[in-house]
Nanobody, 122 residues
Framework: QVQLVESGGGLVQAGGSLRLSCAAS????????MGWFRQAPGKEREFVGR????????TYADSVKGRFTISRDNAKNTMYLQMNSLKPEDTAVYYC???????????????WGQGTQVTVSS
C-alpha cells in the first residue's frame, strides 16, 4: 500500500513561489494517477490538479491554471507542485493522493498524505 508524505509548505508573500513535494513509498508509484488538493479553513477540500501515470497529461483547476505546474519523477517516486504568482486565496493545507483512474473527484482518491500548510500573506 502506497504511503504519501507532502513537504515544502511555508509562509510566502503574495507573488512569491513555493514548490511542494509528495514522496511515495510502498506500492508501484508509476501505476497511479496522482492529484493535488487543498483545503482552507471552513471550506471543503478542492481539486488543484492531477497528473497521469507517466506524467504525459496534466489537468488543473481554473483557479490555478497558468500559475501552478504539476510534474512527477517516477524514478524518485515523487510528485511536485510548483506554485508561482501565489495569492492570499491560495492559503490552505495542500494534500496529495493517488487514484486508480484519472479523475478530479476527491472521493476517488486514496492514501492521502498528512498535508502541508501553505500560507500566502498579502
Amino acid at each position: 500500500q502506497v504511503q504519501l508524505v507532502e513537504s515544502g509548505g511555508g509562509l510566502v508573500q503574495a507573488g512569491g513561489s513555493l514548490r511542494l513535494s509528495c514522496a511515495a513509498s510502498g506500492g508501484t508509484f508509476s501505476s497511479y494517477s496522482m492529484g493535488w488538493f487543498r483545503q482552507a479553513p471552513g471550506k471543503e477540500r478542492e481539486f488543484v490538479g492531477r497528473i497521469s501515470r507517466i506524467g504525459r497529461t496534466t489537468t488543473y483547476a481554473d483557479s490555478v491554471k497558468g500559475r501552478f505546474t504539476i510534474s512527477r519523477d517516477n524514478a524518485k517516486n515523487t510528485m511536485y507542485l510548483q506554485m508561482n504568482s501565489l495569492k492570499p486565496e491560495d492559503t490552505a493545507v495542500y494534500y496529495c493522493a493517488v487514484a486508480p483512474v484519472p479523475t478530479n473527484s476527491p472521493a476517488l482518491y486514496n492514501n492521502w498524505g498528512q498535508g502541508t500548510q501553505v500560507t500566502v500573506s498579502s
